[in-house]
Every structure is written in structure tokens, then in C-alpha cells.
């Protein structure tokens, strides 16, 4: 039974109290990303295998170890999309996207799928908010996709996080770069684990992204890629520090920073938080130059980051933001007898027509069962309708929190009745001194 009744391991359901704080965040999300001028892209959660393993790389974990993938009927070999790169690329090619004038600037919401071991912030179904900029080389693009993650996380009154950015070079540079990790690490591989012993041969620079804290402890004496740029590498990074600066972005420069997935270039950047604990990254991203070429597309530098939403969530309930957007039910409509639940069905269905939440009974329930749930989903206002009501046409509205009640039309005329006694009511809440001076 627990099939049918316990979701997959590494699932989360976002129940309606919470979906709230996710609309909350992907309101802000969007209005930022809107606000610099970027599009939202949605591509489809599956995309052919080949798609991942050119462009995250063969050599990271993720192929390696997270990817579902699996045969469709038509003996495809079909992957869920473990992060949301690949596919925006593959839809801006497909698309010629950047025939329509440079940069190109993509924004989008998407579940990820990874099979990694579950535990807390590591999900195997997990959402990114994510954004794309291709068609600019400039230190300017890259400081404008940190400010646009910045932004988010300052409107969202996330506090206390630091951005960590780092240069991992070009192909030329990092070829130089490459040979000396594989002389430093050739020293150790009695302590270095099975993956990182592959990764010694195929690619050393993911060992300074292993887990394992003996790697990483080996890994801290590990010569040092910013040590190893060639001039416009260096160049590069150092205009993206003198921008975050200019636009007054605090940053740290962490020589360790690699990232997991194999196809960026030059900058690379994490926001990490340390409000659930141990360091948390909740945003990484960077530059991924080589990228749009190497999967068929013409040459085009490109940059982008991934934003954790379940981990930008946990760091929000960590310091107690308050994100809960309320969104209660305007008027509930009790009802006495056949006819008035009629007559209460077609009010509430006149109000939500006219932007005004509105709810009544259909459980066939008695008038104090009614009140009880009116109470419960936080109706702010309540009325009963019975035979006398819908005789007089006049009814008695309730404010439920102060327990004031008002003599109201129950049809024409309700509207322009409920709105003034929603506006005096909000400004008693507003400014009590005004009703005691009344008094
Ligand atoms: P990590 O080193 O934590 O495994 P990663 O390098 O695999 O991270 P990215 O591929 O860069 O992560 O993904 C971008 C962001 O997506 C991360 O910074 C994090 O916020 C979030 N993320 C990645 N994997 C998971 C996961 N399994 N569960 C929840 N969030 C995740
Ligand atoms: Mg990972």
C-alpha cells in the first residue's frame, strides 16, 4: 500500500499552504527577469540522451551517476532533464533564436530530475528558476546575471549570503592548467577515491568538486586555476569584479569553485547560505562559451545560472521571512433551506465573477456546520441567507475578526455596499486610533 499512499524517495508535494510562498518567489522571480528583459522559454522535461551527455559532460556526476534515463517505446533512449541549460540552448537553436538580434535572454521555471542519494537541500525531483543570456562576451553580461540573482534574493529579503566567483579559463588556458592537476594528483592516488581516480585520467578538475572529504582535503593543496589564465582570461575576470563593484555587489574570489557540470568557461559563481546549517549553494551559475558551438550551433559566448528553489525556500524558513501571501475567502454565503442554497450558490458564483472570493456550502451541511467551515477557510465576511432574506431582498453581513455586522442588499447594489464596508473596515485596521476617535 505504501506505493499508492507515500511519494516517490526525493519527492516533495507543495501542498496549498505552501504553494503560496512558491508563488511569492516565482512573482519576484519573473518581475525581475521581466524588468531586465528576459523572456521565459518552456521546453519539455524529456529530451533525447545525447543532449546531456554533449553538453553536461560525460565526466560529471551527473551523467555519470544522476541521469533517469530510459528506453521509450520507440526504443529511443530518452533522459528527464537533470538541469535546464541543455534544453534552453537546444530550443534556441532550433528556433534561431539569435537571429533576432543579440544578446538573447531566457528566463524559466522547471522540475529537475537527478537519482541522488536524498537527503535535506538534495532532492531527486527539484526546481530551478534559471536564466540564459546568449551573444555577449563582456565582463558587463556577467555582472548583469549575478545582479539579476542578487536582486531576487534581496527582494525576497533573503539576508547574510555570499557570492563566490571564480575564473576557470578557456580550453587553452585550462590545458596548461589540466596538466599541472594531473601532476599534483598523481601523487595521491593511494587516498583518492574510485571516481576521482577516473577523473584523473579523463578530466582532474572535477576531483575539486568531489564530496568526499578526503579528496577535498587533498584537493586544498591543488595548484590553483587563477594562477593559470592566459591574458584575456585574466583580463575577463577582472572586468567582472571591477562591474560587481561599480553596481556595489559584494563579492568573495574562491579559487575551489569548479562546478559540477563540464561545459563552463572563464567565470563561474555560487550564492551560498549558511542559515540551515552547513553551507548551502543555492544559486550557481557562470559562463559557458564553448557550449552553442559544440552542439552544432555557430560560435557564441553564453552564460546563465540555476536557482534552487526548494533551497531558496528552506533559507527563507530558516530566518523566518514572511512569505505567506494571504488569500482567504472574501464572503462565505450560509444558507437556510433548498431555495436559499440556490439563491447563495448564485450570489457566491456572481461575486468571484466580479473579482470577489466567495464561497458557500456544497455539503448539504446545517447552518452552524456552515459557520464552522466558514471559519475554518478564514472567511473575512459572512452572511445567511433564508426565506426572510430572499423576501426582503436585504440580508446581514458579518466581519467575522470584529464581529460588526452591516444591513446589505443581497442584489443589486451588494457590490458597491461591500466594497465601502471593505474600505472603512481595512482603514479601522489600518488606523484603530480612527475608530476610538469616533467613539
Ligand atoms: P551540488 O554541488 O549541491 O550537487 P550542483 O553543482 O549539482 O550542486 P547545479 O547543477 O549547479 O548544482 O544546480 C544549480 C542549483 O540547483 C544548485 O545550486 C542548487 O540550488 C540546486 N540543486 C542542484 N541539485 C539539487 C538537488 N538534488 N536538490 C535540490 N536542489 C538542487
Ligand atoms: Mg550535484
New binding site residues.
Given amino acids: 500500500m505504501a506505493l499508492l499512499t507515500q511519494a516517490p524517495r526525493?519527492t516533495q508535494d507543495i501542498l496549498p499552504a505552501d504553494s503560496a510562498k512558491w508563488q511569492k518567489m516565482e512573482d519576484v522571480m519573473r518581475q525581475e527577469a521581466h524588468l531586465q528583459g528576459f523572456g521565459e522559454i518552456r521546453t519539455p522535461v524529456f529530451e533525447h540522451t545525447e543532449l546531456f551527455l554533449r553538453s553536461v559532460g560525460e565526466t560529471t556526476?551527473?551523467v555519470q551517476k544522476?541521469m533517469y534515463t530510459f528506453k521509450d517505446k520507440g526504443d529511443r533512449s530518452i533522459t528527464l532533464r537533470?538541469?535546464g541549460t541543455a534544453g534552453a540552448v537546444r530550443a534556441m537553436l532550433e528556433h534561431g533564436l539569435y537571429n533576432e538580434g543579440l544578446p538573447v535572454k531566457l528566463y524559466y521555471f522547471t522540475s529537475?530530475y537527478?537519482y541522488?542519494k536524498?537527503q535535506k537541500?538534495?532532492?531527486?525531483e527539484?526546481?530551478?528558476f534559471?536564466v540564459e543570456m546568449f551573444g555577449s562576451a563582456s565582463p558587463l553580461a556577467d555582472a548583469q546575471v549575478i545582479a539579476l540573482a542578487a536582486s531576487v534574493f534581496q527582494r525576497l529579503g533573503i539576508r547574510d549570503l555570499s557570492l563566490e566567483i571564480n575564473s576557470i579559463g578557456c580550453p587553452e588556458c585550462r590545458a596548461r592548467y589540466t596538466a599541472a592537476l594531473k601532476e599534483y594528483f598523481s601523487a595521491y592516488t593511494d587516498q583518492l577515491c574510485e571516481t576521482c581516480l577516473s577523473r584523473l585520467e579523463r578530466n582532474p578538475m572535477r576531483i575539486l568538486?568531489c564530496?568526499s572529504p578526503i579528496c577535498a582535503g587533498i584537493a586544498e593543496g591543488a595548484p590553483r586555476m587563477l594562477d593559470y589564465l592566459c591574458e584575456d582570461c585574466s583580463r575577463h575576470f577582472e572586468g567582472v569584479k571591477h562591474s560587481l563593484t561599480e553596481i556595489g555587489i559584494p563579492y568573495t574570489v574562491n579559487p575551489t569553485i569548479v562546478?559540477?557540470?563540464d561545459y563552463y568557461t572563464r567565470t563561474v559563481f555560487?550564492?551560498i547560505s549558511t542559515a540551515t546549517g552547513a553551507p548551502?549553494?543555492?544559486?550557481?551559475?557562470g559562463r559557458y562559451d564553448g557550449l552553442v558551438e559544440e552542439m552544432g550551433g555557430p560560435s557564441m559566448p553564453a552564460l546563465g545560472?540555476?536557482?534552487?528553489?526548494?533551497?531558496?525556500l528552506m533559507i527563507l524558513e530558516a530566518q523566518k521571512a514572511d512569505l505567506a501571501e494571504k488569500n482567504p475567502c472574501s464572503v462565505f454565503i450560509a444558507a437556510l433551506g433548498e431555495e436559499a442554497s440556490f439563491a447563495a450558490f448564485r450570489m457566491a458564483h456572481e461575486l468571484r465573477l466580479s473579482g470577489i472570493s466567495a464561497a458557500c456550502d456544497v455539503n448539504g451541511r446545517g447552518l452552524k456546520a456552515q459557520m464552522k467551515y466558514a471559519d475554518k477557510i478564514g472567511a473575512l465576511y459572512s452572511m445567511v441567507l433564508g426565506d426572510n432574506e430572499l423576501q426582503t431582498g436585504e440580508a446581514v453581513l458579518k466581519n467575522m475578526e470584529t464581529g460588526e455586522k452591516h444591513t446589505v442588499f443581497i442584489g443589486d447594489g451588494f457590490l458597491e455596499q461591500f466594497a465601502a464596508i471593505e474600505a472603512e473596515d481595512d482603514l479601522k485596521r489600518d488606523f484603530p486610533q480612527l475608530s476610538e476617535n469616533k467613539e
Avoid at 548551502?280 to 551559475?285: D, I, P, Q
Fill in positions: 526525493g556526476d551527473v544522476e537533470p538541469e529537475c537527478r541522488e536524498a537541500g538534495r532532492l531527486r527539484f526546481h530551478q534559471g568538486d564530496k562546478r559540477g557540470l555560487e550564492f548551502l549553494t543555492v544559486c550557481a551559475g545560472f540555476g536557482l534552487g528553489m526548494e533551497r531558496a
